[in-house]
């Protein structure tokens, strides 16, 4: 499976962005789908993940601002974020498992299989 991650760009303060994420091989249909960020100097981490069924989980710090989504007859997912602050400045990574884990647990990144190669995403003050 090969993920490839776009849609990054640098936005002011309030403004939004749509990244989407497209899959090639696999079971997409599957699988539990997720995004996380790597901030400036700090580790990875969780913003939001989408069971196969379509039910979600999201971060608390994006809660209400951000939406995940997937199209699973276009091996897509999607991470609708709106009101940017510069605190969701990072490299933004899309992430399949492959579908043995409930959606609770799809919130750490050593959990995923496949990993999408990054897109930064820059919010200025």
């Known amino acids: 499976v090969q993920l490839q991650a776009s849609g990054g760009g640098v936005v002011q303060a309030g403004g939004s962005l749509r990244l989407s994420c497209a899959a090639s091989g696999g079971d997409f249909a599957d699988y539990g789908l997720g995004w996380f960020r790597q901030p400036p100097g700090k580790e990875r981490e969780f913003v939001a993940a989408i069971y196969w069924t379509g039910i979600t989980n999201y971060a608390d710090s994006v809660k209400g601002r951000f939406t995940i989504s997937r199209d699973d007859n276009k091996k897509m997912v999607y991470l609708q974020m709106n009101m940017l602050k510069p605190a969701d400045t990072g490299i933004y990574f899309c992430?399949?498992?492959?579908?043995?884990?409930?959606?609770?647990?799809?919130?750490?990144?050593?959990?995923?299989?496949?990993w999408g190669q990054g897109t930064q995403v820059t919010v200025s003050s």
């Open positions: 992430a399949a498992e492959r579908g043995y884990l409930s959606l609770q647990e799809l919130n750490r990144p050593q959990v995923f299989d496949y």
